[in-house]
């Protein structure tokens, strides 16, 4: 039977999204297989994991330029050295487990993992082939720390690929698979009765909004563009979803009160609909983290970017515009002149729609497992 281990890390949701897209499809598909999902950071020192998820969520909020800092800070020299010699040291503990384990291959959705496992393998701790998914649109050199004992690098574009190649990566290791999403995205739903279910009218615009969730991002930007769709567009209907803010949520519930918009608008802090809610929306507004924005492209929908947090997410907003799938919507901008312009030539979103069909990769869970399934 062959044993594959998933690592990931508690920094952001997209990292474990994408490892359980992995995880079911493999389940799913593919007979004797022994798959196990553990978070790496949490296995080697829970306190440790504590302590670093709750500074990134802290500084994402509270200061998120400290953070972008932080990002592009750790490619120098310096600072790569030790974030390799404290990923060298914390790889002892994670050693315990893979022999006990002893798994075939290690797949790794955060560069942590691949840090670690590259690591012991340089030392001949271990022989399992190691795979790392990259999950953002850009590179960056934490994921390539032990990039010569990593056997395949999935990345989501060919400019990623090309990026890689040009810091020395084998074209042979790298395979542009897209980033990883639920099978659900991809599933055929019945429109009318999802807009049934929620009382809207199938012939205005939908929109699925998300607030920026527990990271509360650009709290007053937020409200002043989901304002200005209540207030302005009364030919669009708004499905928001507020997630563990209840600040958000208060707010949103009090401007679609004032406005008396309660019939074209519904407010979730928490659903696990959202493909179904994809898959009848003409726009998304969201951060752009990278497995909200794969999910978008798959499901075809144009996004207005908000709240990037400074580095990846800067990174994926680039990318995102420079593709002519969505617009980045940025603090200066006028908020009201840019809805306008989206939400009232209906050309200008079906262009965008029409691009996500040149990026999108609706089929990398399952290329990436087949390939996995192979080795």
């Given amino acids: 039977m062959k044993k594959i281990i998933i690592f990931y890390a508690s920094y952001g949701g997209g990292h474990l999204s994408a490892a359980k897209a992995i995880q079911n499809n493999l389940e799913k598909n593919y007979k004797n297989m022994n798959i196990e999902l553990i978070d790496c950071m949490k296995y080697i020192n829970k306190t440790i994991e504590k ?39 914390m790889a002892i503990k994670l050693l315990k487990l893979l022999r006990d384990k002893k798994p075939d291959i290690i797949v790794s959705t955060h560069p942590f993992g691949s840090q670690m496992c590259s690591y012991l393998k340089r030392k001949g701790k271990i022989n399992s082939k190691i795979v790392t998914i990259m999950t953002d649109f850009k590179s960056h050199d934490q994921w390539l720390v032990g990039a010569d004992f990593t056997d395949y690098f999935f990345v989501s574009n060919n400019e990623l690929r090309s990026e890689l190649i040009e810091k020395g990566i084998s074209e042979n290791k790298i395979i542009v698979s897209g980033i990883p999403v639920s099978e659900k995205f991809l599933d055929n739903f019945d429109r009318d009765k999802i807009i049934n279910d929620l009382k809207f009218n199938k012939n205005k615009k939908i929109i699925l909004f998300f ?19 209540v207030k302005n567009h009364p030919n669009t209907q708004i499905i928001a979803i507020s997630g563990k803010n209840e600040y958000m949520k208060s707010n949103f519930e009090k401007i679609v009160s004032e406005n008396s918009r309660e019939n074209d608008v519904k407010i979730f802090e928490y659903s696990n609909q959202i493909p179904e809610f994809m898959s009848i929306s003409d726009l998304v507004i969201t951060k752009p983290g990278g497995l909200t924005v794969s999910e978008s492209l798959v499901s075809h929908i144009p996004m207005i970017i908000i709240n990037p947090i400074p580095g990846q997410e800067e990174e994926n907003a680039e990318f995102l515009e420079k593709n002519k799938v969505a617009k980045w919507l940025k603090k200066d901008d006028d908020i009201d002149f840019t809805l306008n312009i989206l939400l009232n030539d209906d050309s200008i979103l079906n262009n965008m729609k029409e691009n996500t069909y040149k990026i999108a990769k609706p089929n990398a869970t399952n290329n990436i497992c087949e390939i996995i399934s192979k080795l």
């Fill in 51 to 89: 302590i670093t998820t709750n500074a990134y969520k802290e500084m994402a909020k509270k200061a998120p330029w400290a953070w972008g800092k932080m990002y592009y800070d750790s490619q120098k020299p310096a600072l790569a050295h030790i974030s390799s010699k404290a990923n060298s040291f």
């Fill in 211 to 229: 607030g920026g969730g527990e990271f509360g991002l650009g709290k007053q930007t937020t409200l002043d563009i989901f304002s200005c769709l």
